[in-house]
């Protein structure tokens, strides 16, 4: 079910009435402060916290409250929504000591927004049953660019009655929810979308070293490319980035690894042999041996650029590949 949100709707029921949450955010990132922002501006309370005092003085900046910690986040909110790396990251978050499992109100919702495994997100969501609270995942893509005005998909995995009691609050800061099925279904959607998107970027790179190689205008490639069957988000949104010499610091190459682990791992345990990701998850993980967890994430095509002593990019008399 694909829901197109209406920013004039009238809310649906839920705990708080009056369309009025509390909300505890935890994982104030790129993308999390993004999301939080726009929840914030919707006109719902929010309590942020991040491990990264950065990130915490950056919320603060924009009026957001934050809290000390996990428990003072979720202690007395509404809904819980957690925005973080990894499973690890949220195992942390959930069955720590001060822990959501351990600090959350009977009856809260927690929606998490994270990348990660089903496996992972099924144990968690087995312990919130025991706990008494209610988990739906719900991981976003559009990155923080969309993040910040509001523009992102939602996909969504849970029971019917509570997505649509939730949806309100998604509209705070996406323009589309995709309610793909039961729990679980969110966390799968994303995976499958972000397999996409690291074979389309390795084959941007492939197709775009061989243009630069065989002295084809690369600006006019782009255009082109743009109109032709081979168009999507990432040849539009950093195929200019490449041609800048920007390789888009909004996302490391650690976190593109730990994703196509998890995609790998999916392939495994639905029976589908992912031949093409295997390689691409070798490449990626070779690019990030090379440069360094924190290097963004489009490193993969200046490994292919390294490789090869070509640049994408049209050179200057000052750019030269060693």
């Known amino acids: 079910m694909t829901i197109f949100l209406d920013q004039g709707a009238v809310p649906s029921q839920s705990n708080a009435g009056a369309g009025h949450l509390r909300v505890g ?14 929840i914030l501006r919707a006109g719902h309370s929010i309590f942020g916290y991040d491990v990264d005092p950065k990130a915490m003085s950056t919320f603060r900046s924009i009026g957001g409250v934050t809290v000390g910690s996990v428990r003072e986040a979720v202690g007395s909110v509404d809904v819980v929504i957690t925005s973080l790396p990894g499973p690890q990251h949220l195992e942390q978050v959930a069955l720590s000591e001060d822990g959501l499992l351990n600090s959350a109100q009977v009856g809260t919702i927690w929606i998490d927004c994270s990348t990660v495994d089903v496996s992972t997100g099924i144990r968690l969501r087995d312990a919130c049953t025991q706990a008494g609270i209610e988990m739906v995942d719900a991981p976003v893509t559009g990155g923080a660019e969309r993040a910040s005005s509001g523009d992102l998909t939602v996909l969504v995995g849970g029971d019917d009655d509570i997505v649509t009691r939730l949806n309100f609050l998604f509209r705070g800061f996406a323009k589309r929810v995709h309610h793909l099925g039961p729990f679980g279904a969110g966390y799968a959607a994303k995976l499958c979308q972000l397999h996409l998107n690291y074979l389309v970027a390795t084959g941007v ?96 095509i200046r490994l292919l650029e390294d490789s090869h002593h070509q640049l994408i990019r049209p050179m200057s008399n000052m750019e030269v590949v060693e």
């Open 205 to 300: 790179g492939e197709a775009f070293l061989m243009a630069a190689r065989f002295t084809v205008d690369v600006k006019e490639l782009y255009l082109a490319l743009q109109k032709s069957c081979a168009q999507s988000y990432v040849l539009d949104h950093h195929v200019p980035q490449l041609l800048a010499g920007d390789y888009d610091e909004s996302f490391n190459l650690g976190l593109a690894v730990k994703d196509l682990g998890l995609i790998c791992d999916l392939g495994e345990s639905t029976g589908v042999e992912l031949s093409l990701g295997r390689l691409v998850y070798n490449r990626y993980k070779e690019a990030r041996d090379k440069y360094g967890d924190t290097a963004p994430h489009l490193s993969i």
């Open 25 to 38: 955010y935890i994982g104030l990132g790129q993308m999390g402060h993004g999301m939080a922002a726009n």
